[in-house]
């Protein structure tokens, strides 16, 4: 079994910075894709960013590609996203998700339990 963790959320105000964590822990034999989805009230929820074996990146939109950056440390199983020039918009809940095999033959998505972001003055 594999576990994520999110940390990181909280409130801020608009044009405020915050960094998320995600922390991949469990029956680990490698990480492929890990990835940061959001969901506000009401919504779907909506890709934010994703990132691959070797550093491909991929952003929701241009907005988010300006204002977000995705970074893993794979040493320490780890994704995170660093979030500036937040909107109230951009608040959500953060899930992060990561495509993990726990051997040579089981691969598949798993999903954290989300960190709250909230934007307000």
């Known amino acids: 079994q594999v576990t994520l963790m999110e940390s990181g959320g909280g409130m801020v105000q608009p044009g405020g910075s915050l960094r998320l964590s995600c922390v991949a822990s469990?029956?680990?034999?490698?990480?492929?894709?890990m990835g940061w989805y959001r969901q506000s009230p009401g919504k779907q929820r909506e890709l934010v960013a994703t990132?691959?074996?070797?550093?491909?990146?991929?952003y929701r939109d241009d907005s988010m590609r300006d204002r977000f950056t995705i970074s893993r440390d794979d040493a320490k199983d780890t994704v995170y996203l660093q979030m500036s020039n937040l909107k109230p918009e951009d608040t959500a809940v953060y899930f992060c998700?990561?495509?993990?095999?726990?051997?040579?033959?089981?691969?598949?998505?798993?999903w954290g339990q989300g960190t709250q972001v909230t934007v307000s003055s």
């Open positions: 990132i691959y074996t070797g550093g491909r990146t991929n």
């Open positions: 469990g029956n680990i034999f490698a990480i492929y894709f």
């Open positions: 998700t990561a495509d993990v095999a726990t051997s040579r033959w089981e691969r598949r998505d798993y």
